[in-house]
C-alpha cells in the first residue's frame, strides 16, 4: 500500500479524499455505507451565523451527466452546529471541516470565530462561491476585491487552516486566486458549481424556484480540471480540487492537475460509498505506476 | 475502531434503520398494464432487510444515458416468505422506461429502507417515538371507541405503498379499507392483490370503473361509520391528498400523507426535496416520506 497521507498547508490528512460541502451532510447519513473514520477529510454543510431557511421547494433538476440545484445555504446556524452537530461529527476520526458563508465580511468572520473555538475542527473551508443565495455568497467570489475582502475578515478571526472555495463563474479564476493567497488563505478549492438552469418546455417556466442553479456532476469536470491546472500555475498554496469527481481515475486527474486533496460531491448521491472506493482506487493507481506516496503525483501533469 | 463503532450507534439513534446498498436481482418483471412494471426483486443470497411500509428505496439505473441520479421508489410490497421486495414503476420517463426493460435476471443496484414510513398501530397505540403523531391517534380512539380500521386512500401509481402498508395492518389484527381512485380503469393496478387483504372501494374520474368522480366524492365518506377510521393514509398526486386531507380533518380521523417531492440523494444530505412544513423546510426523504398533515401547510 502506497503512502497517501497529504497536507493541505498545516492540515494533515490520512488520505486526499474528502467529502463536499452540501452533499454528505454531517456525515453521520453515510455511515451505514462508508467508515468514516477511512476518509481524508468531512467537510460538513454551509454554515452560517444565523439560521437560513434556504430557497422554496423546486431546488433540483436534473441534467445531462449532472444536476443543478438551489437549495441556498439552508442551515441551521453555527450556534446550533456547535452545540448540537459538534459533539457527535467530533468523535469521527478524520479531518472535520466546516464550510462557512456569510452575507458580509464581517458575519463572515464571526462565524469563523466561534467555529474556530471548537478543538476538533482543524480548518475551514470559506464559502465565496455559492451561486444561490442573493446576499454575499458568490458576490464575494467573481471580483478580487470582494473575495479579498471576505478573506481579509475572516484570517484576522481565524488562526487554523484557512481554505477558501472559488466560484467558477468568472473570467480568470488565477486572479481570484491570487487575491486569496495574498490575503493569507492557506489554501484554495474549487470549484463551487457552475451556474446553470433548466427550464421546462411543457410548461414554459424555469424548472428552479429562483429560476437558476449550480450545476455539478461529471457535466462540469472538464472546467474543473482545467481551472486547477490554470491555478496550480498561478500560486503557491495548495489547491484542493473537485467538480465532477467519480471515481479515482477522476481523482487521479485532479491531483495531476495539481490538487493535493480532492473532494467527491454529487457522486455520494449515486454511489453512497463512492468514496471508499474512491480511496483504495488511488491506492492501486500509485502501485500500478510505482509511485510509493500519493504526493508524488501532485502536479505532475505539469512536468515536462 | 471504536470511533467508528460510536459513529454508527449514533447513526441509528439520529437517522433510524440501517440502510444498505444492495445488488437485487430481477426475480420477475410483469407489465400489469402498458406502462406500468412490476418488478419483483430478490436478493439470491441474503433475507432482505427490514423495510417499513411507506418507505422507499433509491433504484441506480443503468444503461440510460440521460438518466444521471437514482430514481425514488416507493415500496409496493415486502413478501417475507419468497424473499420478494415488488417495486411498480410508472414508465414515464427515460429513466423508468430504462426500469421498464429490465428482464428477468437483470441486477438492479437499490439503496434501501428510506425515509420514515406510515404509524402503524402497534406504535399508534404506544409511548416513545414520534410522539406527536401518536397523541391524535389516541385522542381519536378514545372518541370512536378504538376502531381497528385504517382507511388507505390512493391515486394512480400512489396506490403502490398502499399495498404493504394494508398487508401489515392485516399481520398485525387491523382491517385496511382501500379507496383507490384513477382517471380511468386502466390506471387502477393490482387491484386484486388489494381485494385480497380487505375492502375495496374505486373511483374513477371517467366512470370507467367504480363509482365516477375523485375519491373524496365516493359514497363512502357519507356512510354512518365513516370517521370508524383510526388512521387516514394516503398516497397520490398532491392535489388529492390535500383533498383527503380536508375530509379526514373535518371528520377528525389522525391523516398521514406520502410526498414525492424531486429527490437527489435519499439520504437528508442533499437537502433538495425540502417540503415547506410548520417545522420549516424538511427532508422528506429523512424526515418523510410520510408527513402527519398537521405538519403540513395544506
Not at chain 1, 244 to 267: C, K, Q, R, W, Y
Not at chain 2, 210 to 222: A, I, K, P, R, Y
Request: proline share 6%; glycine share 10%.
Amino acid at each position: 500500500m502506497a503512502d497517501l497521507r497529504t497536507n493541505i498547508g498545516s492540515l494533515a490528512l490520512k488520505n486526499p479524499v474528502m467529502t463536499a460541502s452540501g452533499t454528505f451532510g454531517y456525515g453521520l447519513e453515510f455511515a451505514d455505507f462508508v467508515d468514516l473514520s477511512s476518509l481524508g477529510g468531512i467537510i460538513v454543510k454551509g454554515t452560517t451565523l444565523e439560521p437560513r431557511q434556504g430557497n422554496p421547494y423546486p431546488r433540483m433538476a436534473e441534467t445531462a451527466q449532472g444536476m443543478l440545484n438551489c437549495v441556498g445555504l439552508q442551515n441551521k446556524g453555527v450556534d446550533y452546529f456547535c452545540e448540537h452537530i459538534y459533539p457527535e461529527v467530533r468523535r469521527i476520526d478524520t479531518a472535520v471541516l466546516v464550510n462557512v458563508s456569510g452575507n458580509s465580511p464581517e458575519t463572515y468572520a464571526e462565524c469563523a470565530r466561534r467555529i474556530a473555538a471548537l478543538d476538533d475542527i482543524p480548518a475551514i473551508e470559506l464559502n465565496i462561491s455559492c451561486p444561490n443565495v442573493r446576499q454575499g455568497g458568490m458576490a464575494f467570489g467573481v471580483t478580487c476585491e470582494g473575495a479579498a475582502s471576505v478573506v481579509k475578515a475572516v484570517r484576522a478571526a481565524y488562526p487554523k487552516t484557512l481554505i477558501v472555495k472559488l466560484s467558477p463563474n468568472v473570467t480568470s479564476i488565477a486572479d481570484i486566486a491570487r487575491a486569496v493567497e495574498a490575503e493569507g488563505a492557506d489554501a484554495v478549492s474549487l470549484i463551487n458549481t457552475l451556474m446553470g438552469m433548466a427550464i421546462d418546455a411543457e410548461r414554459r417556466r424555469p424548472i428552479l424556484s429562483i429560476g437558476t442553479g449550480g450545476l455539478s456532476g461529471p457535466a462540469v469536470k472538464p472546467v474543473a480540471l482545467r481551472m486547477v491546472w490554470q491555478v496550480y500555475d498561478a500560486v503557491k498554496i495548495p489547491i484542493v480540487g473537485l467538480g465532477g469527481i467519480m471515481n479515482a481515475t477522476d481523482a487521479v486527474e485532479f491531483m495531476l492537475a495539481g490538487a493535493s486533496a480532492i473532494e467527491i460531491g454529487t457522486a455520494n448521491f449515486i454511489d453512497p460509498a463512492v468514496t471508499t472506493k474512491v480511496v483504495s482506487g488511488i491506492d492501486d493507481y500509485l502501485s500500478r505506476h510505482g509511485f510509493s506516496s500519493v504526493r508524488e503525483i501532485i502536479g505532475a501533469a505539469h512536468n515536462g | 475502531m471504536p470511533i467508528f463503532a460510536h459513529a454508527k450507534a449514533i447513526n441509528h439513534i439520529f437517522f433510524g434503520m440501517k440502510k444498505y446498498i444492495l445488488d437485487l436481482i430481477v426475480r420477475q418483471s410483469q407489465q400489469p398494464r402498458p406502462g406500468y412494471v412490476l418488478l419483483r426483486l430478490t436478493d439470491p443470497s441474503h433475507p432482505l432487510p427490514a423495510m417499513l411500509p411507506g418507505q422507499f428505496v433509491e433504484v441506480r439505473v443503468d444503461g440510460s444515458p440521460s438518466t444521471f441520479l437514482r430514481r425514488p421508489i416507493s415500496i409496493n410490497l415486502v413478501d417475507k416468505s419468497s424473499n420478494e421486495l415488488w417495486l411498480l414503476v410508472h414508465a414515464i420517463g427515460a429513466g423508468t422506461r430504462a426500469l421498464a426493460n429490465l428482464k428477468e435476471g437483470d441486477p438492479l443496484n437499490v439503496v434501501l429502507p428510506l425515509g420514515n414510513g406510515f404509524t402503524l398501530p402497534a406504535a399508534a397505540d404506544g409511548e416513545g417515538a414520534g410522539a406527536s403523531l401518536r397523541a391524535s391517534a389516541v385522542g381519536a380512539s378514545a372518541v370512536s371507541a378504538s376502531p381497528r380500521r385504517y382507511l388507505l386512500v390512493g391515486g394512480g401509481v400512489g396506490t403502490a405503498p398502499l399495498l404493504y402498508l394494508g398487508q401489515e395492518l392485516v399481520a398485525c389484527g387491523w382491517q385496511p379499507v382501500f379507496l383507490l381512485g384513477g382517471r380511468s380503469a386502466g390506471d387502477l393496478l393490482q387491484l386484486d392483490d388489494f381485494r385480497a387483504l380487505g375492502e375495496v372501494h374505486v373511483t374513477t374520474e371517467d366512470g370507467t370503473l367504480g363509482e365516477q368522480g375523485f375519491v373524496t366524492q365516493h359514497s363512502l365518506w357519507l356512510r354512518a361509520d365513516a370517521d370508524g377510521f383510526a388512521r387516514v393514509c394516503t398516497c397520490g398526486p398532491k392535489p388529492m391528498m390535500v383533498a383527503v386531507a380536508r375530509l379526514a380533518r373535518e371528520k377528525g380521523i389522525p391523516c398521514e400523507a406520502s410526498l414525492e417531492n424531486l429527490m437527489a440523494c435519499g439520504l437528508g444530505a442533499c437537502l433538495c426535496c425540502v417540503e415547506d412544513t410548520v417545522d420549516g423546510h424538511v427532508c422528506v426523504c429523512k424526515e418523510g416520506p410520510v408527513f402527519n398533515i398537521e405538519k403540513l401547510k395544506w
